[in-house]
């Protein structure tokens, strides 16, 4: 009876307390990102939805020349985040059955993370548009630096803490543990690392 095991059959990373191969963490990875990628989509078409519609609206006529500029502003970067938030679905029909998950897995992270950028964006915007429609141009200003800053704290600020914090403790428990086979494993071409760095 052979025995041997290969790369593919060793632990993505023992320290994690899971016990997958770096093919399940792939497959597990995907799975979590099509849940993300599902909620922000929603979000992202019912923005696209309003803003598409408002210019069918009577008082769209009563917008002076800057808000038009910023409403056309908003219009182009919803569109753009829509195509980004899709971008997945068409770069998993090509690369299907072609061995490349880690590179799928990889792209579509990239997509993710620039696809919230665009929600953020709009989201501030959206919010200025029409503060400066009913309160004038300094409360549109107010409200949408006010979303821009509450969005960086909540998306990025405190997720980065908490990041440091998971990895300070995951670093204090390792300790000095000698490394194990598979610890370091790494997937090819994408960036995508299953090393302690990048534990997912």
Same mark, same amino acid.
């Given at each position: 009876m052979d025995t041997k095991t290969?790369?593919?059959d060793l632990d993505a990373d023992p320290n994690d307390g899971r016990r997958e !191969? @770096? !093919?399940e963490r792939l497959d597990r990875n995907w799975d979590e990102i099509l849940q993300e990628l599902r909620v922000i989509q929603t979000g992202t078409q019912i923005l696209t939805g309003f803003l598409l519609a408002a210019v069918f609206q009577s008082r769209f006529t009563d917008l002076d020349?800057?808000?038009k500029v910023v409403y056309a502003s908003l219009v182009v970067v919803t569109i753009l985040t829509t195509v980004m938030g899709l971008a997945p679905v068409s770069l998993?029909?090509? @690369?299907f059955r072609q061995h490349a998950k880690a590179t799928i897995v990889g792209a579509t992270d990239r997509f993710l993370q620039l696809t919230m950028t665009g929600v953020a964006v709009t989201l501030a915007g959206t919010a200025m548009l029409i503060f400066d429609f009913v309160f004038g141009r300094a409360g549109g200003i107010v409200a949408g630096?006010?979303?821009l800053l509450l969005v960086t704290l @909540?998306?990025?600020v405190v997720p980065r803490r908490l990041r440091s914090r998971v990895s300070?403790?995951?670093?204090a428990s390792?300790?000095?543990a000698p490394d194990r086979p598979g610890a370091q494993l790494e997937a090819s071409d994408d960036g995508i690392s299953t090393s302690k760095e990048r534990r997912e």
């Amino acid at each position: 009876m052979d025995t041997k095991t290969g790369p593919d059959d060793l632990d993505a990373d023992p320290n994690d307390g899971r016990r997958e !191969t @770096l !093919t399940e963490r792939l497959d597990r990875n995907w799975d979590e990102i099509l849940q993300e990628l599902r909620v922000i989509q929603t979000g992202t078409q019912i923005l696209t939805g309003f803003l598409l519609a408002a210019v069918f609206q009577s008082r769209f006529t009563d917008l002076d020349d800057y808000q038009k500029v910023v409403y056309a502003s908003l219009v182009v970067v919803t569109i753009l985040t829509t195509v980004m938030g899709l971008a997945p679905v068409s770069l998993h029909r090509i @690369l299907f059955r072609q061995h490349a998950k880690a590179t799928i897995v990889g792209a579509t992270d990239r997509f993710l993370q620039l696809t919230m950028t665009g929600v953020a964006v709009t989201l501030a915007g959206t919010a200025m548009l029409i503060f400066d429609f009913v309160f004038g141009r300094a409360g549109g200003i107010v409200a949408g630096v006010g979303v821009l800053l509450l969005v960086t704290l @909540l998306w990025v600020v405190v997720p980065r803490r908490l990041r440091s914090r998971v990895s300070a403790a995951a670093s204090a428990s390792a300790g000095a543990a000698p490394d194990r086979p598979g610890a370091q494993l790494e997937a090819s071409d994408d960036g995508i690392s299953t090393s302690k760095e990048r534990r997912e």
